[in-house]
C-alpha cells in the first residue's frame, strides 16, 4: 500500500493539464497575455531560487474553473540566447522534468512548427502525451519575443497505451531589460477535467515546475546559443 501511494504522488507532480473549482487568493500581483478571460489576477503560491510561481483561477463553465499557471524569473543572459534554446527542441529532454519524448513533427516556417511530448508517469498509470503548435512573435517595439504553444491533439493519432491531452495553452514572454538582462514569464493553462483534488496535486505541480525552470535557466546559462 504505501508503494502506491508513493507511485501516486509521484504521478501527481508530473500531472500539468489539472483543472479545478477554486477561488483566487488575497495576495494579487500581476495579469499576464495569456488565458485572460475573466481578467482575474495572479495570486503568488511559492518562490524559490530566485523564481517565483503563481496561480489564478478561469471559469470553464459554470461549475468548474481551471487553474493557469505562471513561473517568473530574470537571467542574466541575452534574450536571444533564451529564444534560440527554445527553438531548439532536440535539447528539450535535457531540461523538461519528467519528460520521455521532444521532437519535431513539421516546420511550417523559421517561426511557426508543431511539435511531440510524451511525459514519463510512474507505473501503473499510462504515459500522457500532447501535440503543441508553436508560434513566435517578436514584439522588438516593446522589447519582448512571445512563444505560444496550443495543443493540437487531433494532428497525430493516439499511441495505445498513452494517454492524449486534450487541451493545452501557454506561452514563453521574453521581455529584454538590458544587454545582458533579460525578464522571464512562462504561462501554462488547461481546460482538461481533473482526476484529483488540488490540495494534493498544487504543491507537486509547482515544485515540478520550480525544477524545471531552473534546469531550463542553468541550461541556458551553461550552453552557448548563437542563432
Given at each position: 500500500m504505501k508503494t502506491k501511494t508513493?507511485?501516486?504522488l509521484l504521478l501527481l507532480a508530473f500531472v500539468m493539464n489539472s483543472g479545478f473549482r477554486g477561488?483566487?487568493?488575497?495576495?494579487?500581483?500581476?495579469?499576464?497575455?495569456?488565458?485572460?478571460?475573466d481578467g482575474a489576477k495572479f495570486t503568488l503560491a511559492r518562490s524559490d531560487d530566485d523564481i517565483s510561481i503563481y496561480i489564478r483561477w478561469i471559469p470553464v463553465n459554470e461549475t468548474?474553473?481551471?487553474?493557469?499557471?505562471?513561473?517568473?524569473?530574470?537571467?542574466?543572459?541575452?534574450?536571444?540566447?533564451?529564444?534560440?534554446a527554445l527553438r531548439d527542441e532536440k535539447t528539450y529532454t535535457q531540461w523538461m522534468k519528467a519528460t520521455k519524448e521532444y521532437y519535431r513533427i513539421k516546420t511550417i516556417s523559421a517561426d511557426q512548427w508543431y511539435s511531440y511530448v510524451q511525459f514519463?508517469?510512474?507505473?501503473?498509470?499510462?504515459?500522457?502525451?500532447?501535440?503543441?503548435?508553436?508560434?513566435?512573435?517578436?514584439l522588438r517595439e516593446s522589447g519582448k519575443t512571445e512563444i505560444t504553444l496550443v495543443s493540437e491533439p487531433?494532428?497525430?493519432?493516439?499511441?495505445?497505451?498513452?494517454e492524449r491531452?486534450?487541451?493545452?495553452?501557454?506561452?514563453?514572454?521574453?521581455?529584454r531589460l538590458g544587454n545582458t538582462k533579460t525578464h522571464i514569464a512562462y504561462y501554462i493553462f488547461s481546460k482538461q477535467a481533473p482526476r484529483y483534488p488540488a490540495w494534493i496535486?498544487?504543491?507537486?505541480?509547482?515544485?515540478?515546475?520550480?525544477?524545471?525552470?531552473?534546469?531550463?535557466?542553468?541550461f541556458v546559462l551553461n550552453h552557448s546559443f548563437n542563432r
Open positions: 508513493t507511485t501516486l477561488k483566487p487568493g488575497n495576495n494579487m500581483v500581476s495579469t499576464g497575455p495569456a488565458g485572460n478571460e468548474r474553473s481551471a487553474r493557469q499557471l505562471k513561473a517568473e524569473f530574470v537571467m542574466d543572459c541575452p534574450a536571444e540566447h533564451i529564444i534560440s514519463s508517469i510512474p507505473w501503473p498509470l499510462n504515459n500522457q502525451d500532447c501535440v503543441l503548435k508553436y508560434e513566435v512573435r517578436d487531433g494532428l497525430l493519432r493516439a499511441n495505445e497505451g498513452i491531452i486534450s487541451h493545452m495553452s501557454g506561452s514563453w514572454v521574453i521581455t496535486t498544487d504543491p507537486l505541480i509547482q515544485r515540478n515546475l520550480l525544477k524545471t525552470m531552473s534546469s531550463f535557466r542553468d
